[in-house]
């Protein structure tokens, strides 16, 4: 990323990376359908603030294609 960002700089383009962790999604619902209480559990043990949820993923998004996010 910061590569990335370095040749359009003077030009002020700017990039942004997201990177996700588990997110609480159908596909995550659906995961967590097929695996043990206990696998799950360990997952989540590996998220100290939780799972995500996909609004908070869209307002970080929309936050950083705004202005605000100079």
Known sequence: MKAMGLEPAPKKVRYNAVLLGIVDTQIVKNLFGCIS???????????????????DVAAFVC????NESK
């Open 37 to 55: 209480a206990e696998s799950k559990d360990e997952i989540i043990r590996n998220y100290p603030f939780g799972i995500g949820m996909p609004k």
């Open 63 to 66: 936050f950083l294609l705004s």
